[in-house]
């Protein structure tokens, strides 16, 4: 009666989950981008081979906190797994897939993901301890079971101006002055290659911030972000007060499934689409005054319908699909949780209606839709993935479109397959957006 309860309040954001046993003890810690999907998952799905799974009888009650983002869940799982030790996070580790993120004891600290075998090798049951300092690495943080490391990476040097290039003056003898680097010329190195910032500052500005944000400290890291920032804009230091505003606009919104890998697709979300929450979008234009949008939700694979929404196109003048769903896209994204501390008026008449985002948003259309709503995601710094799915002559024949073309090719691969293998679900999310649209674009006619 407990577990049933407990389900029941469970929310759909993005956190981490904590199953105890009868003696109170927490057992098991996993995360999730919809607590409430994952969670439920272990009580009403089909069953896998992990310890938890088969033990799943021991779990009395179910405690949970959430997050603003994937990553962070990531983060506090790792930190919750290195404090307590959980019996079945333990004897279900598998060294191949559990990461640790370490810092290096160098002039320029270099950040790098390390396999744990690798450091258990080095440091042995030292690495089950709550220290931070290991060797020659300055900081060892994890265990990040279930990790895209490379994603990871990537985020995190975004997010924090992580150097990955040679320090000027090391890079050639002949060269004492340094050549920019390629994230130097996009504005996403601070000037480690042309000797821009000495090693002090670069400790103080890149790597210490990291290390607050992987203590699972983000909310203390953007008042001190913010507290620097007017410093600087004090001091009329612009550039810098403007890098550090643009740093806490970006850790306020991260979100990235791609963070999660292979493994965990399969025993996490299942390739059933177990656990997603799928958003499909349609456009329903006839006439200036039957433009109508749809939304349609499904999450663990069936339609959730107390979560469609409808929408009455209010600024697209004409009949174009393409500028409706740019419409319907940013109308929908005012309601993220992700926002809900903006400042913006226009936005503030949204504040206590959120939506959480999707982990997928499935488009009816092809690639003019699919390129609008990545423009509107990436203006928003959302990452999430997009397909389309282009009608075909009487809709006999669908061809699907991805809006993944910057990933990895190993991560992209991954997210084909798996469409491939959910085409009949997408499908049917698709057609249903547009029956949903149809419906409403009928009603406003006869208004």
């Known amino acids: 009666m407990m577990i049933k309860h407990r389900l029941h309040k469970i929310p759909n954001t993005s956190g981490i989950y904590l199953f105890y046993n009868a003696k109170k003890a927490l057992i098991y810690v996993g995360k999730a981008t919809n607590l409430k999907s994952r969670a439920r998952s272990y009580f009403l799905g089909q069953r896998t081979d992990r310890p938890i799974e088969r033990m799943i009888h021991e779990v009395v009650d179910i405690r949970w906190k959430e997050t603003d983002s994937v990553l962070e869940a990531i983060i506090l799982e790792a930190n919750y797994i290195k404090k307590y030790q959980p019996k079945y ?77 040679l320090p000027a003056g090391k890079q050639s003898k002949y060269d004492s002055v340094g050549r920019p680097c390629f994230y130097y010329q996009i504005g996403e190195c601070l000037g480690v290659c042309t000797g821009e910032i000495s090693p002090r500052e670069y400790k103080e500005k890149v790597i210490k911030p990291l290390i607050i944000f992987l203590r699972g400290n983000k909310k203390r890291l953007i008042i001190s972000l913010e507290k620097k920032m007017k410093e600087f804009s004090k001091k009329q230091e612009y550039e810098e007060a403007a890098r550090l505003r643009d740093q806490v606009n970006v850790l306020k919104r991260i979100r990235d ?124 710094g959302i990452e999430i993935p997009v397909v389309g799915i282009a009608k075909g002559r009487e809709r006999k024949k669908n061809e699907f479109v991805f809006g993944e073309r910057g990933k990895g090719k190993e991560e992209r691969g991954r997210f084909v397959k798996w469409v491939e293998e959910n085409n009949k679900l997408l499908i049917q999310v698709r057609d249903e957006a547009h029956r949903f649209a149809i419906a409403y674009q009928k009603k406003l006619r006869r208004i």
């Open 257 to 380: 499934i791609a963070l999660l890998n292979k493994s965990f697709f399969e025993h996490g979300l299942r390739v059933t689409g177990y656990g997603l929450r799928i958003e499909g979008f349609d456009i329903s234009n006839l006439g200036s005054t039957g433009k109508a949008g749809s939304m349609v939700v499904f999450v663990n694979g069936e339609p959730d319908k107390s979560q469609y929404r409808k929408f009455k196109i209010k600024t697209v003048e004409g009949q174009s699909d393409v500028d409706c769903l740019e419409e319907v896209l940013r109308r929908r994204i005012a309601h993220a949780q992700e926002i809900r501390n903006t400042k913006d008026t226009k936005l503030r008449s949204t504040k206590n209606n959120y939506w959480p985002l999707p982990d997928l948003f499935l488009i009816d259309g092809g690639k003019p839709q699919v390129n609008r709503v990545k423009k509107v995601l990436l203006e928003r």
């Open 89 to 165: 996070n333990v004897e279900g580790k598998d060294d191949k897939s559990w990461n640790f993120v370490v810092i290096t004891d160098e002039e320029f600290p270099k950040v790098t993901t390390v396999r744990r075998h690798n450091l258990v090798r080095c440091f042995g049951k030292k690495l089950e301890t709550r220290n931070w300092k290991l060797g020659d690495y300055t900081y060892v943080f994890g265990p990040y079971p279930w990790l895209n490391a490379k994603a990871m990476m990537s985020l995190l040097r975004r997010l924090f101006f992580i150097s990955t290039c």
